[in-house]
C-alpha cells in the first residue's frame, strides 16, 4: 500500500500527541475547510442515513453539468477520484501506461494490479528541456499516458495548448489520455489550463477532478470523470452500486452551490500561499519552488537535513509535513508543505527557522 500524507491516526500514535495538537501540512486541503452551508444541509438531511443513497448519483450530477457547462452524460462520480483511476484502468483494460514521475502514486498501482507495466519518465530530472517533445518519444510503446495537472507534488503547470497538442498526438495513437486535475481549483486562471472542455473534441481524453482538496471533503470521498458519452458509458458498469455516499452527496451538491465561499477561497489561498512562498523562500537550507495549487515544494539543499528526519522533527512539534522520498523519481532531498492558515504558517517557519 502506498504511503499518502493525511494519516492522522499514525501521527497521533507516533508522536503520542493529541489531535488538537496537530497542524497537517502534509495533506493539500483547503485551510478555510468546509463551507458552513454543507454542514448546515447534512444536518437538514440527517435522516437520509436510512436510506440507500441514489447509485446513479442524479442531483450531484445536474449540479456538477451546471457548475462546469458539460452535459449530465459526460459525467461519472466516484467515491474519489482514486476509485475513477482504477476504473478507467479496468473498463479500458490499460496495460501499457506512460506516466511522468514525480506524480501521485495510484496511477502505477492501479496499472500493476490490473497486471499491466508502467513506462516512467522523469520529467522533474528533464527540466528546463521541453517535457512535451519528451513524453512525444515514448508513445509508441504505451496505450495510456497520465498526467497530472498541477503536478503532485512538484507544482508544475501544463498550458492546455501544450495539452491540446499532446491529446492529438495521443489520438492518431490510439492511446487514451488521462489528465488529473484533483488541484485545478486552486490554480489562477485555471481556464488556461483545464482540459475539461475539450473532451467534446477529444474522444480519448478524460479528465478527473476531486471535491475533496479545494472542497475540503476527503472523510466524505467524491471526485468526478469528464469524458464523452462513449467513453463514460464504456466505464459506468464497472461501478460498485451505492458507491458514493448520499452525505458525499449532499455536501457536493452544497458546496459547488457557494458562489461566496468559493471566492473567498480563491482569494485566501493566492494571498496566503504567496506569504508562505516568500518566508520559506528565507530559510537558507531550503528551495521552495514556485506553487501553482495549494501547496509548496521544497528541496532540501547541500545535504542540510534528510526529509525523514526533518518531518520528524516537525511532527514531534505537532506540523506534519509530507516526505516526498517515496515518490518515484524523487529521494531524501524533497518535501511538500501543505497552506495552511497564516497564524499555522507562520509556527512552521518558525521551527523551520530552529535548524541552522
Known amino acids: 500500500m502506498l504511503c499518502h500524507g493525511g494519516n492522522i491516526e499514525e501521527a497521533i500514535e507516533k508522536y503520542g ?3 488538537k495538537d496537530l497542524i497537517d501540512f502534509s495533506a493539500n ?3 478555510l475547510g468546509f463551507s458552513p452551508a454543507v454542514k448546515e444541509n447534512i444536518l437538514r438531511n440527517i435522516k437520509k442515513i436510512s436510506d440507500y443513497p441514489d447509485p446513479e448519483c442524479r442531483n450531484i450530477k ?3 453539468a451546471a457548475y462546469l457547462g458539460v452535459p449530465r452524460e459526460y459525467l ?6 482514486v476509485e475513477l483511476i482504477f476504473l478507467i484502468v479496468s473498463a479500458l483494460k490499460l496495460k501499457r501506461a506512460l506516466i511522468p514521475i514525480p506524480a501521485f502514486g495510484e496511477y502505477e498501482r492501479a496499472i500493476e494490479l490490473s497486471g499491466g507495466k508502467n513506462t516512467f519518465l522523469d520529467l522533474f ?3 528546463p528541456r521541453k517535457p512535451m517533445d519528451e513524453i512525444k518519444k515514448y508513445l509508441g510503446r504505451v496505450d495510456s499516458l497520465f498526467i497530472c495537472n498541477p503536478n503532485n507534488p512538484a507544482g508544475f503547470l501544463f498550458e492546455r495548448k501544450e495539452l491540446e497538442c499532446l491529446a492529438e498526438e495521443c489520438a492518431k495513437m490510439g492511446i487514451f489520455l488521462v ?3 484533483a488541484f485545478m481549483d486552486f490554480v489562477n486562471e485555471p481556464d488556461k489550463f483545464s482540459m475539461i472542455k475539450s473532451v467534446y473534441r477529444k474522444k480519448n481524453l478524460l479528465v478527473l477532478r476531486s471535491l ?4 475540503a471533503l476527503p472523510g466524505l470521498r467524491i471526485g468526478y470523470l469528464v469524458a464523452g458519452r462513449a467513453l463514460i458509458k464504456r466505464i459506468s458498469p464497472f461501478r460498485q452500486p451505492w458507491a458514493v455516499n448520499s452525505f458525499a452527496q449532499i455536501a457536493g451538491i452544497q458546496a459547488i452551490k457557494d458562489k461566496s465561499f468559493i471566492e473567498e477561497s480563491r482569494s485566501y489561498m493566492f494571498r496566503e500561499r504567496q506569504k508562505l512562498f516568500d518566508a520559506l523562500n528565507r530559510i537558507k537550507y531550503l528551495k521552495p519552488y514556485p506553487p501553482s495549487a495549494n501547496f509548496i515544494f521544497c528541496e532540501i539543499l547541500k545535504g542540510k537535513i534528510k526529509s525523514h528526519r526533518l518531518c520528524d522533527y516537525c511532527g514531534r512539534r505537532g506540523l506534519l509535513l509530507r516526505d516526498c522520498s517515496n515518490f518515484r523519481g524523487l529521494d531524501s532531498r524533497f518535501i511538500r508543505i501543505a497552506v ?3 497564524n499555522e504558517n507562520k509556527k512552521l517557519i518558525k521551527v523551520l527557522q530552529e535548524i541552522s
Open 17 to 19: 500527541l493529541k489531535n
Open 29 to 31: 486541503i483547503n485551510p
Open 62 to 64: 445536474k449540479s456538477l
Open 76 to 81: 461519472l462520480i466516484g467515491n474519489g477520484s
Open 125 to 127: 530530472g528533464t527540466m
Open 179 to 181: 489528465i488529473d486535475e
Open 212 to 215: 475533496t482538496k479545494f472542497f
Open 340 to 342: 495552511r492558515k497564516d
